[in-house]
Every structure is written in structure tokens, then in C-alpha cells.
């Protein structure tokens, strides 16, 4: 316990995997395997994330739109993210079929 507090007054932080991910994020650094999602652990961990986020507070993470609270809504009151955004899957990442799409594209 001692330690801790010499830290504190130190002020010294403690960090966990979410400030290691935003320090990736913040020196543009990938950070393994969250940011290599067409690898067979990126899958794994984007799905690993998805079910998480099924038991967590929507505010929580702010990768996924919560289907939940979204079907609770009435249908006058829903986004309507094709239509107005253009957005194809906002409950998923589709990344084979993006993937796809780029490399289909002829520059």
C-alpha cells in the first residue's frame, strides 16, 4: 500500500488496456489485434468485444451502436442509418465484404 501512495504523490498514474490502447491510438501505432481486424485474432477480439458489449452500458464503449436501445425506440423516432447516413451495417463490421470493395476498385 505504500508504494501505491508514494506513487500517488508522485503523481504517477496507473494505467490499464484502455490508456495503452488510446496511447497506440494517440502515436499512430497499430496496436495488436484490435487495429488488424482482418486477422484471424482480430476477428476474435472484435467478437469477443460484441458480446461484451451486449451486458455493458451503452456509454461504455463507443465502438458498437446497441441494437437494444435502438429496436426500443419507436420506428418515427429511429435513425435510419442507410437512409439518411449511409451507413450499411451499423450493428456490425463487415470487414471481408469492405475488404472486398477495396480491392474490387480499380484507381
Same mark, same amino acid.
Given at each position: 500500500?505504500? %508504494?501505491?501512495?508514494?506513487?500517488?504523490?508522485?503523481?504517477?498514474? $496507473?494505467? =490499464?488496456?484502455?490508456?495503452?490502447?488510446?496511447?497506440?491510438?494517440?502515436?499512430?501505432? %497499430?496496436?495488436?489485434?484490435?487495429?488488424?481486424?482482418?486477422?484471424?485474432? =482480430?476477428?476474435?477480439?472484435?467478437?469477443?468485444?460484441?458480446? &461484451?458489449?451486449?451486458?455493458?452500458?451503452?456509454?461504455?464503449?463507443?465502438? %458498437?451502436? +446497441?441494437?437494444?436501445? !435502438?429496436?426500443?425506440?419507436?420506428? +418515427?423516432?429511429?435513425?435510419?442509418?442507410?437512409?439518411?447516413?449511409?451507413?450499411? !451495417?451499423? %450493428?456490425?463490421?463487415?470487414?471481408? &465484404?469492405?475488404? +472486398?470493395?477495396?480491392? $474490387?476498385?480499380?484507381?
Amino acid at each position: 500500500m505504500d %508504494f501505491w501512495v508514494a506513487l500517488q504523490l508522485r503523481t504517477a498514474r $496507473a494505467s =490499464g488496456l484502455r490508456d495503452d490502447l488510446t496511447a497506440h491510438l494517440e502515436a499512430s501505432r %497499430f496496436h495488436f489485434p484490435t487495429d488488424v481486424v482482418d486477422s484471424r485474432s =482480430g476477428l476474435e477480439d472484435i467478437k469477443r468485444m460484441q458480446s &461484451e458489449h451486449e451486458v455493458m452500458k451503452p456509454y461504455d464503449h463507443f465502438f %458498437f451502436v +446497441n441494437k437494444a436501445k !435502438y429496436e426500443r425506440r419507436p420506428h +418515427n423516432r429511429r435513425v435510419l442509418y442507410w437512409d439518411k447516413l449511409s451507413i450499411k !451495417y451499423p %450493428f456490425t463490421f463487415e470487414y471481408e &465484404e469492405l475488404v +472486398n470493395d477495396w480491392l $474490387a476498385a480499380k484507381v
